[in-house]
Structure formats: C-alpha cells, structure tokens
C-alpha cells in the first residue's frame, strides 16, 4: 500500500482517486506563512488531473521544469483545459471557516476585479460560498475538495472532518469558477508556489516523454 500514496508533509494523499473518471496525483504542496523566522505550515494540497491534460499543453513541449513554474501562460492553459480536475486540500493548522472563507473570498474577488469581472452575479456566487464555509471549524486532518467538471464551468466544494460524511455545495458563476483555480493553480499568482512547483516538475517530465 505504501507506494499508493505520496506523502506531503506526513499527510497520505492517494496517487489516484476517481471522481467521474479515474484522476491521477500530478502535483502537491503546501500552503505556509512566515512569520518572525518561523515557518507555519495551514494545508497541504493534492492535485489530480486527467492524464490526457498533457495533449493540451503539446506546445510546451520539452521546456525544463522552471520555465514552466515561471510560465503563467501555461497555467492558464492547464486551467482552460476541457479536463476533470480536482484538488484535494488538508488542514495542517487549524482555523475558523470564516477566516478560510475570508482568504477565499478576499483571492477571487481581487482576481474578479483586475480582470472586470466582478458583477453581481459573481458576488452572489461568492457570498455563497462564504456562508458555506462560515459554519465550519477547520480541525486538523479535515478536508476540503474542489471538483471542476470538464464539460461545463462549474465546480463542487466539498468539506468532512473527523471521517463524517461531506457537506457540499455546487458553484455555478464560470467567472468564479476560474478564479478558483487560479487561486490555487495561477503559476506564479498562485497562493502555494511548491504546489506549482511540483505541477511544473511532473508536467515536464510528462511532455518530453
């Protein structure tokens, strides 16, 4: 069993879940903060992609691993891809929903308004998805999952702790919806630079193949 996990900051992520189809581990890392020397570690994220995201990326092939980590076009591509992707995000450190909701809100809305995107519409969808979040408590080992569905732009949230059965809510605004990902899987506007990093690293080695 043990080489059916990877281990990011001893917490198990499997190299493979199944959402509609089969998804496969290509990128993990951390969210942190620095604060006076001092290295606090809040997540640790997983990111599963259908393996045939690579025949949408053909264009990048055979670019080294940092190129692409600095590449933000390329993050915008595997982010427009019409692929299933899912990202599977553990608590490390502990905090209220409501402050996890603030970052969430806070990361999209400023993507939404330096791109002119921030309507009504965009801000109902996001005090929606506050409100889901503003009930929680974000113990240690819980999960957060986001599902973004390669036919149409919406995506699930999901949230469980403590081995209880999830609680989910759909997000259906497609502008919301991509300032999602782009808040976890933006390149270098990213909020984890290891998980970009690690997306980078598999990617390469996939499109040179």
């Known amino acids: 069993m043990a080489n059916e996990v990877v281990m990011v900051d001893e917490i ?6 199944v959402a509609t189809k ?6 993990h890392g951390i969210t942190d903060i620095e604060i006076h020397f001092l290295q606090i570690k809040f997540t640790a994220i997983g990111v599963y992609l259908e393996p045939k995201i690579v025949n949408h990326l053909q264009q990048w092939k055979g670019k080294p691993e940092k190129a692409l980590a600095e590449d933000d076009g390329f993050f915008d591509a595997l982010i427009s891809a019409p ?26 809305r400023d993507r939404l308004a330096a791109d002119d995107k921030y309507e009504e ?4 969808a996001l005090e929606t998805l506050v409100e889901f979040f503003q009930s929680k408590y974000l113990k240690k080992n819980s999960i957060i999952t986001f599902h973004f ?8 949230v999901a949230f469980s702790t403590e081995g209880k059965e999830s609680s989910k809510i759909k997000v259906e605004n497609a502008n919301v919806v991509e300032m999602i990902q782009k808040w976890y899987l933006g390149g270098t506007r990213g909020v984890s630079q290891t998980t970009i ?8 080695a996939e499109l040179s193949i």
Do not use: C, D
Not at 95 to 103: A, E, L, P
Not at 149 to 156: C, D, M, V
């Open 12 to 17: 198990p992520f499997p190299k493979e879940i």
């Open 22 to 27: 089969p998804l496969s581990l290509l990128g």
């Open 83 to 108: 692929v299933e992707k899912f990202l599977r995000i553990v608590v490390i450190k502990e905090i209220k929903g409501s402050q996890y909701g603030v970052q969430l809100e806070s990361a999209v």
């Open 121 to 124: 519409e965009e801000e109902a």
């Open 149 to 156: 569905s390669a036919t149409s732009a919406t995506a699930e």
């Open 197 to 204: 990093s690690s997306l980078a690293n598999t990617l390469s």
